[in-house]
């Protein structure tokens, strides 16, 4: 073992206050193309006090006015996108900068900013939070004076209704509140929702048959519904079929576009889904059964016209009980968020069930598990690592018969700062990587640097490792290198620190600052006697996987210098050593006593 310790809070508590500070303008992520969509009509229509022109505006002070406004992008189905151009016009006397804004509400919507090259810089609104963003470049606008570079972009994951606010500051305005914007998508007009999203029809014994309902519901609080259709697509496996008969009061025939049904506000109707197999599952290679898969679509009058609900079952020999998942979160979350999941839901053979099992379906390098065990009802699960999650569940009855097949359920992790860095690593020699403790596993560090060359030890060489307060790593988790002001998100921050095996370590930068390069490394502190660990770096920019840097295997006390991560391209540069492979730095020195 080597002398060289730390506490289980490592850096958290022994914390120095930094006096040093790097006072910087940060911009907002970039990414290449042209804008779509001409903004000179919208600067036509920017709002003019009646009987003026642009050039006699009233005498006063400056006043930012915003057009249009509110942006109401209407209906978009998911995963599509839209950008609508807007006009910044100081209405006012005197002049007026445009410094920072604020967006908040649904992560759908996008403020974006279109240089005269066409450059581009975006940045996703927080659900959450209010923090400034501070432009690099300030907009200053004379009266009468205005400006097209900005757009609102909206690019739903879902379709359900979202809001948003986005406000701009300034200094010489009189607006308070000055810019603000509202956003609105998918929202307005007739409203449904599904309830499950998704049917488990679970096993049934071939011959006979079971159902399950799913409930449509107005959610408009004061427009009716109209439904013309519910149907399965072409494709569906035989033994589904659907009854919407229980869409009408007292039963009635299915909808249809000559004969619709139509729900008043707040009103619900039940559509019950049957399957009856004909044949039993066939079995896969490892011997699960294969699911009788179909697709029901139900079609309204609702802004998103068509809704489709996924529907599964299995031809059995005899009565199993059925799995059913639910995770508290949903099926989209941030990195490092901690799912709640739910088997309690599931449907016994009988009156009980005796056990459940959860397994996991994790992207490479992660090793989370259940807690407080994969058998447990209820377990929690801390989804660290970024990409995809399949969650499965199996039950057991009281005489101990399976459930029919796993429920599954998909779980997209994708980071949300401009700026998110993963560090994991395989260590051969530890048996048991995802245990914790002190020294339960090898520790590796990731550092995120500034190049500026501030060492704690000037005699040390110019690389930054180390250096205070440009090098970010578990003993300087928070460093302020940008604006003073600790409300303004401009700093990059730890988010995880792991010192007892496999990883993830995790550091995000809000609003990188344009023009700037940052250095990427990894230390490897201590092996704790389990031997070389092979890491691997991962850089996401604006949730996108943008670099992966891996198969390079560390010895006890060595730094890798991975690469330079450049902005606003968000290009990954790799460092290369003098033999054109990694650059690794043998018993690297830090500033930290050794015995």
């Known amino acids: 073992m080597h002398g060289r310790q730390r506490s289980g809070g490592r850096g958290r508590a022994q914390r120095l206050a930094l006096g040093l500070c790097a006072c910087v303008w940060l911009g907002v992520g970039c990414s290449g193309g042209d804008a779509e969509a001409d903004a000179s009509d919208v600067a036509e229509a920017a709002d003019v006090p009646d009987g003026t022109d642009a050039a006699d505006d009233a005498v006063g002070p400056g006043l930012l006015v915003v057009s249009p406004n509110p942006v109401d992008f209407g209906f978009l189905a998911p995963e599509s996108a839209s950008e609508v151009p807007l006009v910044l016009r100081n209405a006012g006397g005197q002049p ?44 200053a606008l004379a009266p009468g004076e205005s400006t097209d570079e900005f757009r609102v972009g909206f690019h739903p994951h879902t379709p359900d209704g979202a809001q948003g606010t986005l406000r701009f500051l300034t200094a010489g305005s009189s607006g308070d509140p000055e810019g603000v914007v509202e956003l609105r998508g998918n929202l307005g007009g007739p409203c449904i929702t599904l309830s499950p999203a998704s049917l488990e029809l679970g096993g049934a014994v071939v011959g006979t048959q079971v159902e399950r309902e799913l409930e449509l519901s107005n959610c408009s609080e004061d427009l009716p519904l109209t439904i013309s259709s519910v149907s399965l697509l072409p494709g569906a496996a035989p033994g589904f079929s659907v009854d919407a008969a229980g869409l009408t009061p007292g039963g009635g025939a299915a909808p249809s576009a000559e004969a619709p049904v139509v729900l008043a506000p707040g009103v619900s109707g039940v559509v019950v889904v049957r399957y009856q197999p004909t044949t039993l599952s066939a079995t896969d290679a490892t011997g699960e059964l294969v699911p009788d898969l179909g697709t029901l679509r139900v079609v309204t009058d609702a802004g998103i016209a068509n809704r489709d609900v996924p529907l599964r079952g299995f031809g059995v020999a005899s009565e199993c009980p059925i799995a059913v998942i639910r995770i508290q979160e949903g099926a989209e979350v ?34 989370s598990g259940f807690l407080p065990s994969f058998r447990a009802p209820q377990p929690t ?22 459930s029919c097949g796993d429920a599954v359920a998909q779980v997209q992790v994708t980071p ?78 730890v988010d995880r620190d792991d010192t007892d095996g496999a990883g993830p370590e995790i550091i995000n930068l809000a609003q990188p600052e344009e023009g700037k390069n940052y250095r990427l490394g990894v230390h490897y502190w201590s092996d704790h006697d389990f031997g070389p660990s092979t890491a691997t770096v991962r850089v996401y920019v604006h949730g996108a996987l943008q670099a992966e840097l891996n198969g390079v295997t560390l010895e006890d006390r060595e730094l890798w210098d991975v690469g330079t991560l450049h902005w606003p391209s968000g290009e990954v540069t790799p460092t290369t050593g003098t033999d054109g492979g990694p650059k690794i730095t043998p018993d690297y020195p830090t500033p930290f006593p050794t015995d």
Request: charged share 25%.
């Open 96 to 139: 007026i900068t445009v410094t920072s804004y604020t967006l908040t509400g649904s992560s759908a919507f996008t403020l974006i900013r279109v240089d005269t090259d066409g450059a581009r810089t975006e940045r996703n609104a927080s659900p959450t939070t209010a923090k400034p963003v501070e432009l690099h470049l300030p907009v």
């Open 334 to 367: 941030p990195p490092q968020t901690r799912l709640h999941l739910d088997g309690l839901q599931s449907i016994p053979v009988g009156s009980s069930l005796k056990r459940f099992e959860w397994s996991v379906e994790q992207p490479d390098g992660s090793v």
């Open 381 to 402: 699960f801390e989804a660290n690592v970024a990409g995809e999650y399949l969650v499965r569940l199996r039950v057991f009855d009281a005489q101990d018969n399976p």
């Open 416 to 493: 949300d700062a401009a700026v998110h860095i993963e560090l994991l690593w395989d260590t051969p020699g530890d048996p048991d990587q995802s245990d914790e403790g002190p020294e339960a596993g090898a520790d590796l560090d990731l550092h995120f640097a500034l190049s500026a060359p501030d060492r704690l030890d000037p005699t040390a060489g110019t690389e930054p490792w180390f250096g205070m307060p440009h090098d970010s790593y578990w003993y300087n988790a928070d460093p302020n290198w940008g604006d003073l002001d600790p409300a303004i998100d401009d700093n990059p921050h």
